[in-house]
């Protein structure tokens, strides 16, 4: 069976760094471009960041640009969001998510893990 | 990146149809055929219903339908059930980005 399973949130003062991690399973890891989206409490989703198959190109949200960092190593089948100078406006549910093959869709999330940054 | 636009709510009766719009622009919606549609029941992980606009996953009801004119795309849901009612989102492609509705409750009365 496919899985990502997120791990790394919890509890962080403003201004200070996180990283999460979501490790893959069940299918090829390197094929697949992959996401993090987040949600706020009580809030819709919102897309953060993405990057390709190979590691090649990666893209942001404006509102995590510069702060926000995606990586991933497709020898540990393992993706990365290193996040610094945090906000309470980053708190939020954060998934992560894998690129349908072949098209543009998240078809396979993994059940999320939770930032709350905090004075 | 603004959000797209979609109702806050809809409702409907079992058995009843309704359907979910989802507005942007020429730069996403209106330019790529790359809309999806979420599912998300409370306290749960979102679900992918639709791609590529009006494409089901292998497991979705054929309920579930997608559409779109102009830079306006639609869900919709055909022979409401209970387990219907949930949050609905839909997501587009744009350059360089991925831009998500504001999301859309929907009620099963």
């Known amino acids: 069976q496919e899985h990502l399973v997120e791990s790394g949130g919890g509890v962080v003062q403003p201004g200070r760094s996180l990283r999460l991690s979501c490790a893959a399973s069940?299918?090829?890891?390197?094929?697949?471009?992959l996401h993090w989206v987040r949600q706020a409490p009580g809030e819709g989703l919102e897309w953060a960041a993405l990057?390709?198959?190979?590691?090649?190109?990666?893209n942001y949200a404006d509102s995590v640009k510069g702060r926000f960092t995606i990586s991933r190593d497709n020898s540990r089948n393992t993706l990365y969001l290193q996040m610094n100078s945090l906000r309470v406006e980053d708190t939020a549910v954060y998934y992560c998510?894998?690129?349908?093959?072949?098209?543009?869709?998240?078809?396979?999330w993994g059940q999320g893990t939770t930032v709350t940054v905090s004075p | 990146q603004s959000a797209l636009t979609q109702p806050r709510s809809v409702s409907g009766s079992p058995g009843q149809s309704v359907t979910i719009s989802c507005t942007g622009t020429?730069?996403?919606?209106?330019?790529?055929?790359?809309v999806s549609w979420y599912q998300q029941h409370p306290g749960k992980v979102p679900k992918l219903m639709i791609y590529?606009?009006?494409k089901r996953p292998s497991g979705v009801p054929d309920r579930f339908s997608g559409s779109r004119s102009g830079n306006t795309a639609s869900l919709t849901i055909s022979g409401l059930q209970a387990d219907d009612e949930a949050d609905y989102y839909c997501?587009?492609?744009?350059?360089?980005?991925?831009?998500f509705g504001g999301g859309t409750k929907l009620t099963v009365l």
């Open positions: 069940g299918f090829t890891f390197r094929d697949y471009g």
């Open positions: 997501c587009s492609y744009a350059v360089n980005s991925r831009i």
């Open positions: 020429s730069s996403d919606v209106g330019g790529y055929n790359y």
């Open positions: 590529d606009i009006s």
């Open positions: 990057i390709w198959n190979d590691g090649s190109n990666k």
């Open positions: 998510t894998r690129d349908i093959w072949g098209s543009d869709a998240f078809d396979l």
